[in-house]
C-alpha cells in the first residue's frame, strides 16, 4: 500500500459525499410532496423518510470519521521509518472506531440536511394549512398575487425565475444557486468579496457556508410554474 493509493481512495470517498448530499435532498423533496399531498396525515412514511435521512447522516459521518483517521495516520507514517507503511491499515481501523464510537444520534440530528429536513416539512405543512385558510378566505386580487410571486421568485443575479433557489442565512434573500456559487467561485479567485446583490442589503461579503438549497421556496416555485401552465 503506498500513499498515493491511499489518498486515492480518500478522494473517491468524498466525491461520494456529494452523492449522499443529493440523495438528502431527494429524501426532503419526497416529504415535502407526501405534505403537499397528504399533509401531516401520512406520518408512518413520513418517519421512514427520516430514518433514511438519518441513515444518510451517518453514511457521511462516517467518511467523515475515515477521512479523518486517514490523514492523522498518515501524517504520522510520514514522520516514521518506511516500514511503518505495514501497521498503516490497522492504525487507520483503531482510530476510525475511535472516532465512531463517540458519534450518537444526537450529532446524526445536527445534521444540517437533517436540520433542514424537519425543518422544510414544518414549514410546508403550515404553509399548506395557510393556503388552504386563505382559500376559504377572501381571494386576493390576481394580478397583484401573481406579481409578487414573480417578483419572489426571481433570482437577483440572473433576473429569471430561480430553479434551485438558495437562502442566504445571514440576510435571508434568495439566489439561484448555480449563479451564486459561480459568482462567489469568481470573485474569490480575483481575492474579492462578493456582496448580496438584493438593492439595499448591507452584507457586503456573502460566503459560500452562509447558503442553503431551500427545498420550500423550490417546490413553490414548481407550482407557480404548474399553475402558469394552466392559466
Not at 437562502?167 to 479567485?189: P, R, S, T
Amino acid at each position: 500500500m503506498s500513499l498515493s493509493s491511499v489518498q486515492s481512495t480518500v478522494s473517491t470517498l468524498k466525491s461520494c459525499q456529494t452523492d449522499i448530499g443529493a440523495c438528502m435532498d431527494m429524501i426532503s423533496d419526497v416529504a415535502l410532496g407526501i405534505v403537499e399531498a397528504q399533509g401531516m396525515d401520512n406520518s408512518s412514511a413520513l418517519k421512514k423518510l427520516e430514518d433514511m435521512i438519518l441513515e444518510c447522516s451517518r453514511l457521511d459521518r462516517e467518511i467523515n470519521c475515515f477521512v479523518e483517521s486517514v490523514d492523522e495516520m498518515t501524517a504520522q507514517v510520514r514522520q516514521e521509518p518506511p516500514e511503518a507503511m505495514v501497521h498503516l491499515r490497522d492504525s487507520v481501523k483503531g482510530r476510525f472506531t475511535e472516532l465512531m464510537s463517540g458519534v450518537s444520534d444526537a450529532d446524526l440530528q445536527r445534521h444540517s440536511k437533517v436540520v433542514a429536513f424537519k425543518d422544510s416539512v414544518r414549514k410546508y405543512a403550515m404553509q399548506a394549512g395557510q393556503t388552504a385558510d386563505e382559500n376559504e378566505g377572501e381571494e386576493l386580487d390576481e394580478d397583484i398575487a401573481v406579481t409578487q410571486s414573480q417578483t419572489n421568485f426571481i433570482c437577483p443575479l440572473t433576473q429569471v425565475e430561480m430553479v434551485n433557489p438558495m437562502k442566504n442565512k445571514i440576510c435571508n434573500h434568495y439566489y439561484d444557486q448555480g449563479a451564486v456559487l459561480e459568482m462567489i467561485k469568481v470573485k474569490h479567485k480575483n481575492k474579492k468579496t462578493f456582496r448580496c446583490p438584493k438593492v439595499g442589503c448591507d452584507n457586503t461579503d456573502v460566503q459560500q457556508s452562509d447558503l442553503e438549497l431551500d427545498l420550500v421556496m423550490k417546490r413553490m416555485i414548481q407550482n407557480h410554474k404548474r399553475q402558469s401552465k394552466k392559466t
